[in-house]
């Protein structure tokens, strides 16, 4: 497996998630892009633990990472430790322009990586959400291939790509890496399918 070397004396978050993963026989796997910033995919989401996984895979890699998660996690008395952590909430039952707020915190900061699991539930989805995918559209940066594999036991990052417009062509390209990732629960895990191009997430105007 490729380990990141870091290019500054690793922290001691770092050491202490390594050994963490190292302690549970998982391996770190990341391959990073050369942009500074990028959306990555967190998937197969089927589990709790994938965020435990997520955050050490966080201060593993010393990324600043941050994460879409559900509004009613940040409720209190957790609602400021997940924004410590990263977190960014968002109310699904309404887009209002979601998309466009992302891509405009991603234009004002010089490095960010933003974490979207596109299932965006732990239960079974039959679709993929594609925010995630008009979110580095909109503001022209890679998308990574996060994952979890629990067969493997592996998490990581690997190859990245940039979106080109052409959504069903990109997404055979993340089909194709996913084929063969294991989640938690398998039998949760969705078929990695396009919802009809009419109810499709509206792209950023």
Do not use: C
């Not at 892009?33 to 633990?49: D, E, L, R, Y």
């Not at 417009?165 to 990695?192: C, R, S, V, W």
């Amino acid at each position: 497996m490729m380990e990141i070397t870091p290019q500054k004396p690793i922290s001691f978050s770092q050491l202490l998630a390594r050994s963490v993963l190292r302690a549970f026989s998982w391996k770190l796997d990341v391959i990073l892009p050369a942009n500074p910033k990028f959306v990555v995919i967190g998937a197969p989401h089927t589990s709790n633990m994938d965020f435990i996984f997520m955050l050490l895979l966080k201060y593993a890699t010393g990324l600043k990472l941050h994460w879409i998660g559900k509004h009613t996690l940040f409720r209190a008395p957790f609602g400021s430790l997940m924004r410590r952590l990263g977190g960014i909430p968002v109310d699904r039952r309404s887009k209002n322009n979601f998309v466009d707020k992302v891509v405009n915190q991603i234009n004002q900061q010089e490095k960010l990586v933003m974490a979207i699991a596109p299932e965006g539930t732990r239960s079974k989805s039959k679709y993929w959400r594609t925010g995630f995918y008009y979110i580095a559209l909109g503001a022209a940066i890679p998308i990574a291939l996060g994952f979890i594999d629990y067969k493997e036991k592996v998490v990581g990052i690997g190859p990245s790509f940039n979106p080109t417009g052409d959504l069903e062509a990109d997404f055979n390209i993340i089909k194709m890496f996913y084929a063969g990732k294991t989640g938690k629960y398998p039998h949760l895990q969705g078929p990695m399918e396009l919802r009809p191009t009419s109810n499709q997430d509206v792209p950023p105007a």
